[in-house]
C-alpha cells in the first residue's frame, strides 16, 4: 500500500520530483561524461600504445646509429626490445601539397602497426603501409601506386596495406600544427629491405653523378658500382633507436653512453608528441572534470537537500496521519526515505547514460576528439573512483530524505499532526533604518522572504552563480584559446609558407636558400637544462616574418647579449643570471646570461640570436625557413623535407577550437538547463510557500501582472547578486583552469566582451524565464482553496 | 436602495464526472448601509455566495449586480479593480502577510485602492498603536484579527465581507471584534456581510437569509437588532 502511496505522492510532487531527478542525471550525467573523457583517453590510448609497441625511449645521434650500436643498446640490463628507426617527412610526388611521414622500424618490434586491411607486415615487401585515414581522405586504396621524393631520388611502391600505428596517433607534421589534416599529411611504413635498396639506388646515383662530373668513363662506373658498399650510408639514415624499458631516464642515458662512448640524446615518451599530447589531452579533461562537473553535481546534490527538506515539511500532516493510524516510526521512515533512494537510483541510472553519451560526444570515432586521435578502438570506461561518488550519491540522497523525515517524527502523533509553523519574525537593524521605511512595499516582501528562507535563498543563490561560473568558465576557455590562436597568427606567424628542412640539413646551403627567399629561420634542436629536456631555438629574423614577443605581446628585437627564457621556464632564472645548458649528442656546456622572457606558445623553449650561438660557438642546424614566398615558388632542393601553408596551419589550429567550442556548448547548454531547472524548482517551491499570501494580495485587489511583476523581481535581485558573486567566481575558476593547463599551452587569461555580455544576459534571461514561468501560476492560483486552510 | 442584486445565480462544481451545485438559483437583494448575516450549516452554501459576491470566484449561471454592474462579466483585471475598490474581505484566519508589520500590512492596500484612508489613523482606531511595528506571529489572534479589519476598512470600500470572523476565536474575543467591526462599520457607513453557522450573531443584523443546500430558504428583515452586549453568547 504505501509502495503505491509512494508513487502517487512523487505524482502530486511531480515538479519537484521531476526537477530533482532531471538535475541529479544533468549533475551526474556531466561529472561522468567529463571524468569519463580523460579516463577514456588514458585507457584507449594505453592500450593501442601496447599493442602497436610503442617506444619508451627514442635515442637520437645525427650521426646515425650502426647495427653494433643497436646490439650494445639491446644488452643493456633493462632494454626490453629496440631497433633502428627512422621516420621522415616527405612530399608525395606530383601532388599539390601533400606529404606523408615515412617510418621503417628495422626489425619491427618497438614501434609497429596494426594493418587495418590489406597485407600483413613483411619485411621483405616492396610495397607501403599507409595510414588508412589519409588513405580515405585521399581515396587511396590497397594496390594503388605512390611515389615519395627522397632527397633527389624516389620511392615508389604499391600499397600492401592500410594501417593505424601508435607513433602517429596524433598526425602531425610536426610541433607547430594543432590538429591532424588528413587531406594534405599521414604517414606510411616501408620495410627494412625496401629502404635499403633505395639507400642503395641513393649511393648509385651519387656515386655516377660524382664519377661522371670527374669524367670516368661509364664502363668502369658502372663495374665499380657492383662493388659499392652502401652500409655507412645506411647506417647514417638510421638517426634513431626506439625502445622499450622501464628503466629511469637519467639510468638509461647513462647506460647508453657507458655502452656507446658517446652522449646520445635520449628522449622518454613523455616528450614524444603522441604520447604528451595525449596524456596532455587526459591531464587536461582531469583538470576539467576535477573542476566544472564536481560543481554541477554538488549543486544538484544541494538543491536535492532543500526540495527534499521541504516535500518532507509538507509531508507533515501525512506523515501525522501514519503515525496516528499506528504505523511504526520506522516504517515511516523506510516509507519516506525511499522517495531519497528512488530520486538516487533512477537519478544516477540516467546519469550513467547522459555520461556515455557525454563521453561519446567528446571521446569517440565520430566525436570531437576523432578528428585528433587515430586509434582503433573507442571503449568508453568509467574511472574506478566514480562507482564510490555514484554509490554515494544515492547514499547521501537517502540520508537526506531520511534525515528531513525524521525531523518531522519527532515528538508524538499529535505533535506531527499540528501544521508546520513558520519561524518568529524578527527586524534586521536595516529594517530599523529610514531607507527601509522609504521601501516600495514589493521590495519589502520580497527582501523579508529572501531573509525568512535562507536556506531556499542561498540554494537559489548557488544555483545562479553555478550557472554564471560554468558559462564564464566554458565562454572564457573558448575566448583565451582564440586569443592564443590569434596571436600565433597575427602577432608571430606572419610568413606565407613556412619550409621545413631535413634533418642535418648543410647550413651553408639553407642559410643561401633563406636568403634567395628572402626569409628568416630557425634552429630547434634539444638541450639539457637543469636535467630536464627543453628546446633550444635560435632564431634570425630581420625580415619579422616569425616573431619573438614578449609578455605583452610585443615583438622582441633578439640582442646579442644573452637568452631569452620562455614564461614556463621563468622560475630557472631571473635577468640578469646565468644559465648553463648542453646540447644533446655534444660533451660542451655553455653559460649564458638570461635578458629577458618571452612567451612561447607550445614549446618549453630558451631562445637566442643567431648571432649569439654564432658567437658561443653553438654547433646548429637550421631545421624551418619562413619565408612570404608562394609556395610554387619555393625551388625543390634536397635539403627541403616538407613546405607548409601558414594558413593551412592555421586551418588546422581551427578545428582544435571547433572541438573546443563543441566542449564549451555543452557546458553552456548543460549550465542553462541546470539554471532553469534549479530555479524553477526553486521558484514552484517558493511560490507553493507563498501561495497563501499571493492569494491574499489577489483578494485585496492586486492583479496578476503586478503579483507577477514581485515573483519574478525576487529572481532579478537574486540574479543581480548571483551575477556579482559569479562573474568574479568564474574568472578564478578559468584562472585556475588555466594555471592547471600550463604545462600544456602558455595561455594568458581573456576574455572578451561577448563572453560578459553572453554569460550575464543567458544567466538573466534564464531567469527572467523562469520568474514567468512561476509567474503565469499565479493566474490560476484558486483564493478560495488557498485561503481555506488555517496558517 | 439596493447596492447588490443576485438574480438566479447559479455555482456548479465539477469534480471529475461528478457535479455539485453550491449554490441552486438563488435570487436576493441588499440595500446599502445594512448589517446582513448569511447564515447556515456547513456546505449550505453560504461561502459560496460570499466568494462570489467578492469576485472570487464566477458564477455558472444567472447574474450578480453590484452598483448597477454586473459583475459576472467581468475579466480578470477588472475583477480585480473590484476587489481593490468595492469590497473588503475580514476572513476566519486573518490572511495577514506573515512578513510584513502591522503597519505595513495595512499600508499596503494604499498601493492598489485609489480612495484608501490613512493606515495609521485605521490601526489607531482598531487599538493597536503600540503593535504598528510588530509581525503578524508576534500578535495574539484576536489582535490578528483587528489588523484584518483594520486593513479591510483601509481600502474605504463599500461593502465588508467576514468570512466566520470569530470563527477562530473564543468567545470573549469574538464578540469583542463583532463589537468593533460593526461599530467601525456603522461610523464609515458600510454595507457589511457576514457570513456564519453561529446564530447569536444573527441577532445583531438588520437582515438574515439563511441558505440551506444552495438554495435561499428564508429572508428575514430585522426591526429591532440586538446589540453584541444583549446577545446571550
Known amino acids: 500500500m504505501l509502495i503505491r502511496k509512494l508513487f502517487r505522492t512523487a505524482w502530486s510532487y511531480k515538479a519537484q520530483f521531476i526537477s530533482m531527478i532531471i538535475m541529479i542525471t544533468l549533475g551526474m550525467g556531466i561529472f561522468l561524461g567529463f571524468n569519463m573523457e580523460w579516463y577514456t583517453i588514458e585507457y584507449d590510448t594505453s592500450k593501442f600504445f601496447s599493442d602497436t609497441n610503442y617506444a619508451d625511449y627514442r635515442l637520437y645521434s645525427t650521426d646515425g646509429f650502426t647495427s653494433d650500436d643497436l646490439d650494445k643498446i639491446q644488452s643493456i640490463d633493462g632494454v626490453k626490445a629496440s631497433t633502428r628507426y627512422i621516420s621522415v617527412n616527405l612530399d608525395i610526388k606530383d601532388s599539390e601539397n601533400k606529404s606523408l611521414a615515412l617510418d621503417v622500424s628495422e626489425n619491427y618490434t618497438v614501434s609497429t602497426f596494426i594493418v587495418t586491411d590489406g597485407e600483413k607486415y613483411d619485411e621483405n615487401s616492396d610495397g607501403f603501409w599507409l595510414s588508412d585515414k589519409f588513405a580515405a581522405a585521399n581515396h587511396i586504396s590497397v594496390g594503388d601506386n605512390l611515389t615519395l621524393e627522397f632527397q633527389g631520388t624516389e620511392i615508389s611502391g604499391k600499397i600492401a596495406g592500410l594501417i593505424k600505428s601508435g607513433e602517429h596517433m596524433i598526425c602531425v607534421a610536426d610541433n607547430n600544427q594543432l590538429m591532424p589534416d588528413y587531406n594534405t599529411f599521414g604517414y606510411a611504413y616501408i620495410s627494412p629491405e625496401k629502404f635499403k635498396s633505395v639507400i642503395r639506388e641513393k649511393a648509385e646515383k651519387t656515386y655516377a653523378e660524382t664519377m661522371k662530373k670527374l669524367g670516368v668513363p661509364e664502363i668502369i662506373i658502372e663495374e665499380k658500382m657492383k662493388n659499392l658498399q652502401y652500409d655507412e650510408m645506411l647506417d647514417k639514415a638510421y638517426v634513431q633507436i626506439n625502445l622499450i624499458s622501464d628503466m629511469e631516464k637519467e639510468t638509461l642515458e647513462d647506460a647508453v653512453k657507458e655502452k656507446l662512448g658517446r652522449t646520445i640524446m635520449v628522449t622518454s615518451k613523455n616528450e614524444h608528441l603522441v604520447y604528451k599530447e595525449a596524456m596532455g589531452e587526459a591531464d587536461e579533461g582531469k583538470t576539467m572534470g576535477s573542476v566544472l562537473p564536481v560543481l554541477f553535481l554538488a549543486i544538484a546534490v544541494l538543491t536535492m537537500v532543500t526540495t527534499m527538506h521541504r516535500i518532507a515539511a509538507k509531508e507533515k500532516l501525512q506523515i501525522g496521519t501514519l503515525k496516528a493510524l499506528g504505523f511504526k516510526n520506522r516504517r515511516i521512515l523506510r516509507h519516506y526515505t525511499s522517495y531519497g533512494l528512488f530520486i538516487g537510483i533512477v537519478g544516477t541510472a540516467l546519469g550513467t547514460v547522459l555520461g556515455f553519451i557525454v563521453c561519446g560526444a567528446i571521446m569517440s570515432e565520430d566525436g570531437m576528439m576523432g578528428t585528433y586521435f587515430d586509434m582503433p578502438d573507442w571503449t568508453s570506461v568509467i574511472p574506478v573512483f566514480c562507482y564510490p561518488v555514484m554509490a554515494g550519491t544515492i547514499v547521501f540522497l537517502t540520508l537526506i530524505s531520511f534525515l528531513s523525515v525524521h525531523q518531522q517524527l519527532k515528538g508524538t502523533a499529535a505533535d506531527t499532526l499540528r501544521p508546520y509553523t513558520p519561524k518568529k519574525m524578527k527586524k534586521t537593524l536595516f529594517e530599523r533604518t529610514k531607507i527601509w521605511d522609504k521601501l516600495h512595499f514589493g521590495t519589502k516582501w520580497n527582501i523579508r522572504d529572501l531573509s525568512r528562507h535562507k536556506s531556499r535563498s542561498a540554494m537559489t543563490l548557488f544555483g545562479i552563480v553555478g550557472c554564471m561560473v560554468l558559462m564564464v568558465g566554458g565562454l572564457g576557455m573558448r575566448d583565451t584559446m582564440a586569443g592564443f590562436l590569434e596571436l600565433l597568427d597575427k602577432d608571430i606567424s606572419n610568413y606565407s609558407v613556412k619550409v621545413n628542412l631535413v634533418d642535418n640539413a648543410d647550413t651553408i646551403k639553407a642559410k643561401s636558400l633563406a636568403d634567395e627567399l628572402k626569409g628568416d629561420w630557425e634552429s630547434l634542436s634539444g638541450i639539457s637544462l637543469d636535467g630536464e629536456t627543453v628546446s633550444l631555438d635560435i632564431i634570425h629574423n630581420p625580415n619579422a616574418l616569425m616573431n619573438v614577443i614578449d609578455e605583452n605581446n610585443a615583438r622582441i628585437a633578439l640582442s646579442d647579449e644573452g637568452v631569452y627564457l620562455c614564461l614556463r621556464l621563468k622560475e630557472k632564472a631571473q635577468i640578469g643570471e646565468n644559465i648553463s645548458f648542453s646540447p644533446y649528442g655534444s660533451s660542451k656546456t655553455y653559460t649564458v646570461k638570461v635578458i629577458g622572457y618571452n612567451r612561447s606558445m607550445m614549446t618549453e623553449s630558451v631562445t637566442m640570436s643567431d648571432t649569439l650561438a654564432d658567437k658561443l660557438g653553438i654547433d646548429y642546424h637550421i631545421t624551418s625557413v619562413y619565408t612570404d614566398k608562394n609556395i610554387g615558388d619555393i625551388p625543390s632542393l634536397n635539403i627541403i623535407s616538407g613546405k607548409q601553408n601558414q594558413k593551412q596551419l592555421m586551418d588546422t589550429f581551427n578545428s582544435f577550437v571547433s572541438i573546443m567550442d563543441s566542449m564549451v556548448f555543452i557546458l553552456v547548454i548543460a549550465a542553462v538547463i541546470l539554471g532553469i531547472v534549479v530555479l524553477y524548482n526553486l521558484g514552484i517551491m517558493s511560490y507553493v510557500e507563498r501561495s497563501r499570501e499571493l492569494a491574499t494580495l489577489k483578494v485585496l485587489g492586486f492583479r496578476n501582472k503586478n503579483i507577477g511583476r514581485l515573483l519574478i523581481s525576487q529572481n532579478i535581485w537574486l540574479t543581480v547578486i548571483g551575477v556579482i558573486i559569479g562573474l568574479p567566481s568564474g574568472v578564478g575558476v578559468l584562472e585556475w583552469l588555466l594555471a592547471a593547463l600550463a604545462g600544456e599551452y602558455e595561455l594568458k587569461l581573456m576574455l572578451g566582451p561577448m563572453t560578459y555580455c553572453v554569460s550575464v544576459l543567458l544567466t538573466f534571461g534564464v531567469s527572467l524565464l523562469v520568474g514567468m514561468m512561476v509567474a503565469r501560476k499565479n493566474r490560476k492560483i484558486d483564493m478560495v482553496e488557498a485561503l481555506k486552510m488555517s496558517e | ?233
Open chain 2, 1 to 233: 436602495m439596493a447596492i447588490v442584486k443576485f438574480d438566479n445565480v447559479t455555482k456548479t462544481y465539477t469534480t471529475g464526472e461528478h457535479e455539485q451545485k453550491a449554490l441552486d438559483n438563488v435570487s436576493f437583494t441588499l440595500d446599502e448601509g445594512k448589517f446582513v448575516v448569511i447564515l447556515g450549516p456547513s456546505g449550505a452554501g453560504k461561502s459560496t455566495l460570499l466568494n462570489l459576491l467578492g469576485g472570487l470566484d464566477s458564477p455558472s449561471a444567472g447574474t450578480i449586480t453590484v452598483n448597477g454592474k454586473d459583475i459576472s462579466k467581468l475579466t480578470d483585471n477588472e475583477l480585480a479593480d473590484y476587489r481593490a475598490e468595492t469590497v473588503g474581505f475580514v476572513f476566519q484566519f486573518y490572511n495577514l502577510i506573515p512578513t510584513l508589520t502591522v503597519y505595513e500590512n495595512v499600508e499596503l492596500v494604499s498601493e492598489i485602492s485609489k480612495n484608501s484612508l490613512d493606515a495609521k489613523k485605521m490601526i489607531e482606531e482598531v487599538g493597536l498603536s503600540d503593535h504598528l511595528h510588530n509581525f503578524p506571529s508576534e500578535l495574539s489572534g484576536g489582535e490578528q484579527q483587528r489588523v484584518s479589519i483594520a486593513r479591510a476598512l483601509a481600502k474605504n470600500p463599500q461593502i465588508l465581507l467576514c468570512d466566520e470572523p470569530t470563527g477562530a476565536l473564543d468567545s470573549e474575543t469574538g464578540v469583542m471584534i463583532l463589537k468593533l467591526l460593526l461599530g467601525m462599520a456603522k461610523s464609515y457607513g458600510k454595507t457589511i456581510v457576514i457570513v456564519t453557522h453561529n446564530q447569536s450573531i444573527a441577532k445583531m443584523a438588520d437582515i438574515i437569509i439563511r441558505v440551506k443546500n444552495g438554495k435561499i430558504r428564508s429572508v428575514e428583515e430585522q426591526d429591532k437588532p440586538m446589540s453584541a452586549d444583549e446577545v446571550e453568547w
